[in-house]
């Protein structure tokens, strides 16, 4: 391996040298990668299996997560002068509501 005196290197040439060094990293691993995949589905093979059976995952697709679903607030406000404007009653107020709270109504006002 060729040495590189770094301490002779422009601040732009040590840029480009860690550019380069980041590139020749992420390509090494990525070539691991592979090859320890290959390795991986050459044993399953030999002892009768594909890689899909032994995961239980479909040939070449990632497993899913499921999302959690957040159900959206039961309107419980809503401004008479605009019925547009709503609020479930979760997070902070909206601030046609603390416009109404601050010229002396109650969040009680708006209740459905």
């Given at each position: 391996?060729?040495?590189?005196?770094?301490?002779?290197?422009?601040?732009?040439?040590?840029?480009?040298?860690?550019?380069?060094?980041?590139?020749?990293?992420?390509?090494?691993?990525?070539?691991?990668?592979?090859?320890?995949?290959?390795?991986?589905?050459?044993?399953?093979?030999?002892?009768?299996?594909?890689?899909?059976?032994?995961?239980?995952?479909?040939?070449?697709?990632?497993?899913?997560?499921?999302?959690?679903?957040v159900k959206k607030a039961k309107i419980t406000h809503r401004d008479p002068e605009n019925a547009a404007n709503t609020w479930?009653?979760?997070?902070?107020?909206?601030?046609?509501?603390?416009?109404?709270?601050?010229?002396?109504?109650?969040?009680?006002?708006?209740?459905?």
């Amino acid at each position: 391996m060729a040495k590189i005196d770094i301490k002779s290197l422009s601040l732009k040439e040590l840029k480009a040298l860690q550019t380069r060094v980041e590139k020749a990293i992420a390509n090494h691993d990525k070539k691991q990668k592979a090859e320890a995949l290959a390795a991986i589905k050459a044993k399953a093979k030999q002892m009768g299996y594909s890689l899909s059976d032994l995961t239980g995952q479909a040939a070449g697709k990632a497993v899913k997560k499921a999302r959690k679903t957040v159900k959206k607030a039961k309107i419980t406000h809503r401004d008479p002068e605009n019925a547009a404007n709503t609020w479930g009653g979760r997070g902070p107020r909206p601030a046609w509501l603390k416009d109404a709270m601050a010229a002396g109504k109650s969040p009680d006002d708006f209740k459905l």
